[in-house]
């Protein structure tokens, strides 16, 4: 059985003996999570060198291959417009991971913000800011999304706004409760008495211990994120064609399943490996910085 462990001398010297090198090592002692690290570097790397990687135009027309199958020249087939299977989903994968990164950076930035605030501001507006989180939750995300969608229209800003407003009260009451934790803690009260304003209680002693758990929650959330966007671009509610996307993928090979099946294929395994990938670091993550969480426990 292959390890992924850092055993030898060798491996452990070259790791930095820093924050950063401690992190990589503890990450190798978790076999899935070092295999959700990989996966999720790869994807990355994929899409950031992806027009060096395609061997085709993957918007480009080409009326004599149409529904061919996979061969040398190409590698995935190509789908009923006569485009390079293999060049869209490689090119595919830009747009999932910006969804992701996109929607659930905003959604932490505002979040944070807006827990804070609840947490720490009068009672009022923290039961007007959980009035707003618990209307927003109350509605499934999809059901959400297609009404949004349906009346902004399908573009790329209207999937990251939707994504970022139903992820956004999660990381909002994560940050609400970790604030009002924090905010009858001995250090906290020494402060106040030392004449720290607010606004520096909340940079310098309550981000920092409430911005670790909910980077935890961000690394968890990805997949899901990802396989809305596929979703909602099989649905044709996602970005506008001939833009290449996962979900897009499997709609066009969906119609000719029986006849090319390596269209919806070539379009889900990204979606699964992603999916694993992200998960499989999540956890992780999970286990490393929340030991209460901790599956040995």
Request: hydrophobic residues 55%.
């Amino acid at each position: 059985m292959v390890s992924f462990e850092a055993d030898t001398p060798e491996i452990n010297d070259a790791i930095d003996t820093g924050a950063f090198g401690a992190f990589l090592r503890q990450l190798c002692k978790n076999r899935l999570g070092t295999l959700g690290g990989v996966l999720v570097v790869l994807i990355a790397a994929i899409a950031v060198l992806a027009p060096l990687i395609v061997t085709h135009d993957p918007i480009q027309i080409m009326v004599g291959p149409r529904l061919a199958a996979p061969s040398l020249d190409f590698l995935l087939g190509t789908d009923q417009l006569g485009r390079d299977t293999f060049s869209r989903v490689i090119m595919g994968g830009r747009i999932p991971l910006l969804v992701a990164f996109a929607s659930l950076g905003g959604a932490l930035a505002v979040g944070v913000v807006l827990g804070l605030i609840a947490g720490f501001g009068p009672r009022w507006l923290d039961n007007l800011l959980l009035l707003i989180f618990d209307t927003i939750r109350s509605f499934p995300s999809i059901i959400f999304a297609l009404a949004i969608i349906a009346l902004l229209g399908p573009s790329l800003v209207n999937i990251i706004l939707v994504i970022a407003i139903t992820c956004m009260p999660g990381y909002a009451r994560v940050a609400r409760t970790q604030a009002q934790a924090l905010q009858s803690s001995e250090y906290i009260a020494a402060e106040r008495s030392m004449g720290a304003g607010t606004t520096r209680i909340l940079a310098v002693h309550v981000l920092p211990n409430v911005i670790g758990p909910l980077v935890i929650l961000v690394s968890m959330d990805v997949p899901a994120v990802i396989a809305t966007s596929a979703g909602l671009s099989f649905l044709g509610m996602g970005v506008r064609p001939p833009t290449p996307d996962w979900g897009a993928i499997l709609n066009d090979g969906y119609s000719y399943i029986n006849q090319t099946p390596w269209i919806v294929i070539a379009g889900g395994i990204p979606i699964i490996l992603a999916t694993l990938g992200f998960t499989f670091l999540g956890e992780a993550l999970r286990d490393m910085f929340d030991p209460k969480l901790r599956k040995d426990l």
